[in-house]
């Protein structure tokens, strides 16, 4: 095959960039052992909301506080997988899949938040993960997605700088009872989110509106994480420990300087306020104004927060479109106080169910941003998908070839990364299975596998079936059809 990976995915992106065409040159190898996965979170998928000494989370006490989440749905049962698990391993192996991303629960764990852990919590995920290894799947395991046990928040919450200690001490006791048989961990999930939509715009748990706790928290995620990995290492010292950070391409809305200078703030701060305290042991230069003091930082600090992930978890969906704020919106705005930047979305592609855009390349530019910024690190895709509402058919199949276009291009921009020198070692596809979508309960469906919420029956889509021989052949198939 004369011409390189990069001219053949030009060629095939000449004609659309958003779904192959089927003379595209493919297939498109990925590399060898190369990780492919499906994501989830317990608080999204297992439903067993208050069973076998589970305590309330922040996301049960918001679920079930009325006019939070769309529908009055809650995650009381979800996917009910809390007692399904071994059902979804075996739809886990029908996708060929070589990794299963999840997250541990700890109110499950600690209900209290802290002290001795409860049996019956350790119990279920050392099932769980006896049956991922049984099915030859590696269990990925996320030590925190979003359901802080409700007494931590009753103690201040991710603001209080103790809950930093709290989360590196619930890390021992999970890597003490799982780290024989979990080699690779992420720590936090998506802390940007958790922290702006938790404690600034109040959309997600615990729904707080506080420019400065926001700050608070985030500082507090900052030193979670670097205890937590010394705290996982110290435990297993073998482990490989990176996060998950939600992360999307900022480009400037116009050639002028202030767009530029207003995008490449935003990029500092939504995709490397998490990332930089790790790998550099300093605050990224992101806001108008050093936050030291509005976030509670002290002396040392920055040295705990200093350390050395194994992996860089990408979770990326779309790019953002970045604008700076008139000199009249910076005065009346107090979030262009801080940060003057106006995010938004592109208008190019076209929209998912949620209204979010379809943009591969975003994938192929940050994955070779961050390749070329860090020192070409490992790099695992540890969230990409898309919400379509697509339901069984008259055939009772679903046929969702949005889905799967998606995923294609997507994957295709990313082999392209890679052909250009990025060492990513795994993708995740969020999601499994149709789950919890936060505020927006069920009405999002992301899942390869759609779920009939009332009868709990699970149904491969056209798209799990697809992803399923992408992962058995290793490679993108010549044809977007799943046989
Ligand atoms: C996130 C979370 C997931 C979401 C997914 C779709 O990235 O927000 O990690 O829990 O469900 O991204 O929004």
């Not at 001219?7 to 659309?16: I, S, V, Y």
């Not at 600690?110 to 030859?136: H, I, T």
């Not at 920055?302 to 919106?329: C, H, K, W």
């Not at 990025?422 to 789950?435: E, F, I, P, Q, T």
């Amino acid at each position: 095959m004369g011409t390189t990976l990069a001219a053949r995915l030009d060629a095939w992106r000449g004609t659309n960039p958003f779904s192959a065409a089927p003379n595209a040159s493919f297939p498109i190898a990925f590399p060898k052992d190369f990780w492919w996965g499906t994501a989830t979170a317990a608080y999204q998928i297992e439903g067993a909301w208050n069973e076998d000494g589970k305590s309330e989370s922040i996301w049960d006490r918001f679920a079930h506080t009325p006019g939070k989440i769309k529908n009055l749905d809650t995650g009381d049962v979800a996917c009910d997988h809390y007692h399904r698990y071994r059902e979804d391993i075996e739809l886990m192996r029908a996708l060929n899949l070589k990794s299963y991303r999840f997250s541990v629960s700890w109110p499950r764990i600690q209900p209290s938040g802290s002290g001795q852990p409860n049996p019956k919590g350790l119990d279920f995920y050392r099932r769980l993960v006896d049956a991922l290894l049984e099915a030859k799947i590696r269990p990925f395991l996320t030590l925190y997605h979003w359901d802080l046990p409700q007494a931590l928040e009753e103690a201040g919450g991710w603001p209080n700088r103790d809950t930093a200690d709290r989360f590196a001490d619930y890390v021992a006791i999970v890597a003490r009872a799982l780290g024989g048989r979990v080699s690779d961990w992420i720590l936090l999930n998506e802390a940007v989110v958790f922290t702006t939509d938790g404690y600034l715009n109040g959309k997600k748990a615990p729904g707080r509106k506080s420019l400065h706790a926001t700050l608070q928290a985030t500082h507090t995620a900052n030193l979670a994480q670097g205890k937590a990995f010394r705290a996982l290492k110290a435990e297993q010292s073998q482990a490989r420990a990176g996060s998950a950070f939600n992360m999307s391409p900022c480009e400037p809305a116009s050639a002028s300087e202030e767009d530029r200078l207003a995008a490449e703030r935003a990029h500092r701060y939504r995709n490397l306020w998490f990332l930089e305290p790790a790998l550099k042991g300093r605050y990224p230069d992101a806001l108008a104004v050093p936050p030291g003091y509005l976030m509670g930082v002290k002396s040392g600090d920055m040295e705990q927060t200093r350390v050395p992930l194994d992996f860089i978890g990408v979770n990326l969906y779309d790019r953002t479109v970045v604008s700076a704020p008139s000199a009249t919106e910076r005065l009346l705005n107090p979030q262009f106080w801080l940060l003057p930047a106006k995010l938004g979305q592109g208008t190019q592609g076209p929209r998912t169910a949620f209204d979010w855009e379809v943009w591969p390349k975003a994938m192929y530019d940050m994955v070779t941003r961050i390749t070329r910024d860090y020192g070409r690190p490992v790099i695992e895709i540890t969230e990409n998908g898309c919400s379509y509402e697509d339901a069984p058919g008259p055939d009772g199949q679903i046929h969702d070839r949005r889905r799967l276009d998606y995923h294609r291009g997507y994957l295709s921009e990313l082999a392209r990364a890679i052909h250009d020198g990025a060492d990513v070692r795994g993708y995740h596809a969020w999601s499994l299975m149709d789950n919890f979508e936060w505020e927006e309960g069920f009405s999002q469906r992301f899942g390869l596998v759609y779920v009939d919420f009332k009868t709990q029956k699970r149904i491969m889509k056209e798209s799990g079936q697809w992803y399923g021989r992408v992962a058995g052949e290793n490679a993108l198939p010549a044809e977007p059809r799943a046989r």
